[in-house]
């Protein structure tokens, strides 16, 4: 190996800078490693996922634990370091480690049961995925108390007249929180996270999602009332564009699908409790549509309370050379400390070779320089368009012409203001109800395959949600037909399209523009949520309940075409490991959709041909440490090595590689 040119003072300087400006608070400690090691971030065009640490000597990976210790002030862990190093090495040859970093019971038994049993995790991880859901439950409850109030507050604010005026600002009302969240909210996320760190953030946004809703029921004109929407938007966005990246950065790679896409179970969880709430006041008078706009208060409280009992994010710190606040994060964040061990030595590793790679193409990252960045530099620019298209999906699938209006939906299809409600109220329970199976299938069965799978299913429900409008009458079989068709249109939605896209953008970006990338995917999400709320009353005036949906169906049938050709699947890989996933060219990616994948699913599921395969597009590159002579021979039949090797794409020594017969599109 070639030994690296010395850097002068003023390179020193000029590489610290560009660390700061673009989160990293660290140099680059290993860039001895030649460029040869790494797979190329910008064209990875083997699609290979390589692991940093495999080909070190041990001897060699040793000093430089002992070294990264000596710099991070990490002495008192050393042991746990190196033992973790040696774990991230090579992640199924933990049992053969030997010498004085050799694993004791304990530690071996804890690793194997991060497979066997992975959903035993630390009590405090939950605490964190509980306030995250909470955040997210503030958002929900909102939709459906402004879903309610439209019944009410257009009359007492003298804007309830059929004059395209009047419905625009109807419309612009709702849309409000979404305009802030759009224009001010998102952007001022990636600041707030550069100073203040996930926790505080998300404190902040809370108190936004706070006093603006108790402002809101005190509102005496709909100008007052836009003013009080579009503060809680600035909330919105902010906790929006944090929460989901605040979840995903503190969770294991096995179940990270399952812990973010709390997000949105309980999101649903709030539309339901806003539906409740709606029902629970339409008897107290004229003044319900107050309460039902400032009931969503409720669970911005316990958020505000309890963020502060949460670590904050181990990858935060890191950005900010925090290493021993990082390593006390995670040994709150793991079961035992030689995984806590592993993950800090691990992350480190790839963030390193980010570093590398932001500092050798990217310029000075000042934040409007990294906003630019998601559009110019190939790698940002994949994750830009997948979290695009997985975000404008939500909003073309139809879901918020529900969630904004299904009150209004179903007493145009002939429901009093009551039993509009109680639907609406159906519709809510629907929604969460079915949000649980993704908690198994968003990690097995992978992000894009339960989208290609559920996206079709909600473009016929919504098409005959609409043609049952042409039913004779406006109530009974007409008005059943119609509910029960928008029912498995959210049953549909919310194993897919409704979890998945917080949780795919919270992934794809690399930790030097997770914030703005974030806070773009949101942004764009809610923008065109607030497009949605301004014209879909325009909309449902002139086309109707079925022209509305017949529209929308439409649209699923685009997303899904979108989906297949531009959405690279992330599951169970850890977030510096997909990387290499947004490393391949999207060409690359839509030749193999196309060529391979499309072909195998003729053949498999229209032609019936059980002996079809398809050869998987990435590879993870395994090759073995250079001293590392051992076999896995005698581990063949282990369950937890043969699983975890399966979970990781790994095949073993005694095995040939081999096409797979049902992989995730």
């Given at each position: 190996?070639?030994?690296?040119?010395?850097?002068?003072?003023?390179?020193?300087?000029?590489?610290?800078?560009?660390?700061?400006?673009?989160?990293?608070?660290?140099?680059?400690?290993?860039?001895?490693?030649?460029?040869?090691?790494?797979?190329?971030?910008?064209?990875?065009?083997?699609?290979?996922?390589?692991?940093?640490?495999l080909g070190i000597p041990r001897g060699?990976?040793?000093?430089?634990?002992?070294?990264?210790?000596?710099?991070?002030?990490?002495?008192?862990?050393?042991?746990?370091?190196?033992?973790?190093?040696?774990?991230?090495?090579?992640?199924?040859?933990?049992?053969?480690?030997?010498?004085?970093?050799?694993?004791?019971?304990?530690?071996?038994?804890?690793?194997?049961?991060?497979?066997?049993?992975?959903?035993?995790?630390?009590?405090?991880?939950?605490?964190?995925?509980?306030?995250?859901?909470?955040?997210?439950?503030?958002?929900?409850?909102?939709?459906?108390?402004?879903?309610?109030?439209?019944?009410?507050?257009?009359?007492?604010?003298?804007?309830?007249?059929?004059?395209?005026h009047d419905k625009l600002l109807?419309?612009?009302?709702?849309?409000?929180?979404?305009?802030g969240t759009a224009f001010f909210g998102c952007w001022l996320s990636d600041p707030l996270n550069q100073r203040f760190g996930r926790r505080g953030t998300i404190f902040f946004a809370a108190n936004f999602c706070l006093w603006p809703i108790i402002g809101s029921a005190f509102s005496n004109s709909w100008m007052e009332l836009l003013c009080c929407r579009l503060l809680l938007g600035v909330g919105m966005g902010t906790k929006a564009s944090t929460v989901p990246i605040f979840a995903a950065e503190n969770s294991p790679a096995p179940i990270r699908g399952a812990l973010v896409m709390s997000w949105q179970m309980w999101t649903a969880f709030g539309i339901f409790l806003g539906t409740c709430a709606n029902v629970a006041v339409t008897n107290i008078g004229g003044e319900a549509w107050r309460f039902q706009l400032g009931s969503a208060f409720i669970p911005a409280v316990p958020l505000v309370i309890l963020i502060y009992f949460c670590p904050e994010s181990p990858r935060w710190y890191m950005k900010k050379d925090r290493y021993q606040d990082a390593m006390k994060s995670l040994l709150r964040l793991r079961n035992h400390p030689v995984q806590a061990g592993r993950d800090l030595y691990y992350i480190h590793a790839q963030l390193e070779i980010e570093y590398?790679?932001?500092?050798?193409?990217?310029?000075?990252?000042?934040?409007?320089?990294?906003?630019?960045?998601?559009?110019?530099?190939?790698?940002?620019?994949?994750?830009?368009?997948?979290?695009?298209?997985?975000?404008?999906?939500?909003?073309?699938?139809?879901?918020?012409?529900?969630?904004?209006?299904?009150?209004?939906?179903?007493?145009?299809?002939?429901?009093?203001?009551?039993?509009?409600?109680?639907a609406s109220m159906g519709f809510g329970l629907v929604n969460?109800?079915?949000?649980?199976?993704?908690?198994?299938?968003i990690d097995t069965f992978g992000r894009r395959s339960l989208?290609?799978?559920?996206?079709?299913?909600?473009?016929?429900?919504?098409?005959?949600?609409?043609?049952?409008?042409?039913?004779?009458?406006?109530g009974g079989l007409h008005l059943g037909l119609v509910a029960m068709f928008v029912y498995l249109f959210a049953a549909f939605y919310s194993p897919g399209e409704g979890p998945v896209p917080f949780t795919y953008s919270a992934e794809v970006f690399p930790l030097s523009h997770r914030e703005v990338g974030m806070a773009w995917a949101v942004a764009t999400c809610l923008f065109w949520a607030a497009v949605l709320s301004i014209t879909f009353p325009l909309m449902l005036a002139r086309l109707g309940v079925l022209g509305s949906f017949v529209l929308y169906s439409g649209f699923n049938v685009i997303a899904f075409v979108m989906i297949f050709l531009f959405l690279p699947e992330t599951k169970q890989r850890t977030l510096?490991?997909?990387?290499?996933?947004?490393?391949?060219?999207?060409?690359?990616?839509?030749?193999?959709?196309?060529?391979?994948?499309?072909?195998w699913w003729f053949k498999r599921w229209i032609l019936l041909q059980r002996d079809a395969t398809l050869e998987p597009l990435y590879q993870l590159d395994h090759s073995e440490p250079d001293d590392n002579h051992s076999s896995d021979a005698g581990y063949e039949n282990d369950k937890v090595r043969v699983e975890l090797k399966d979970a990781l794409g790994i095949t073993s020594g005694m095995q040939a590689r081999t096409s797979v017969s049902h992989p995730s599109l």
């Open positions: 190996m070639m030994s690296s040119p010395s850097n002068s003072p003023q390179q020193a300087e000029d590489e610290v800078e560009l660390a700061s400006n673009y989160g990293y608070s660290f140099p680059v400690e290993h860039a001895r490693r030649t460029s040869k090691t790494y797979v190329d971030l910008n064209a990875n065009i083997e699609a290979k996922i390589k692991n940093p640490l060699r990976l040793m000093s430089q634990v002992d070294e990264f210790c000596r710099h991070k002030g990490l002495e008192e862990y050393r042991t746990l370091i190196r033992k973790g190093a040696l774990i991230a090495q090579d992640p199924t040859g933990y049992e053969d480690i030997t010498g004085p970093e050799a694993l004791d019971e304990g530690e071996i038994e804890a690793l194997r049961n991060e497979v066997l049993h992975k959903w035993r995790v630390p009590i405090v991880l939950y605490l964190t995925i509980a306030t995250c859901s909470i955040g997210a439950a503030v958002q929900g409850w909102d939709q459906t108390g402004s879903n309610g109030a439209n019944l009410d507050f257009p009359h007492a604010y003298g804007i309830d007249g059929d004059t395209i109807v419309g612009l009302v709702n849309a409000a929180p979404y305009i590398e790679f932001v500092s050798a193409v990217f310029g000075k990252g000042t934040y409007i320089g990294r906003f630019l960045e998601l559009f110019t530099i190939p790698r940002v620019r994949r994750a830009t368009l997948a979290s695009f298209v997985v975000m404008i999906a939500q909003q073309m699938c139809g879901i918020n012409i529900i969630a904004f209006y299904s009150t209004t939906v179903f007493v145009d299809a002939g429901a009093n203001s009551h039993t509009a409600l109680l969460f109800v079915f949000a649980f199976p993704a908690l198994w299938t989208l290609l799978f559920t996206f079709p299913q909600m473009a016929w429900t919504l098409l005959a949600a609409g043609l049952c409008t042409l039913i004779p009458g406006t510096e490991e997909l990387d290499y996933i947004f490393a391949v060219p999207t060409s690359l990616f839509m030749k193999y959709q196309l060529t391979k994948t499309l072909p």
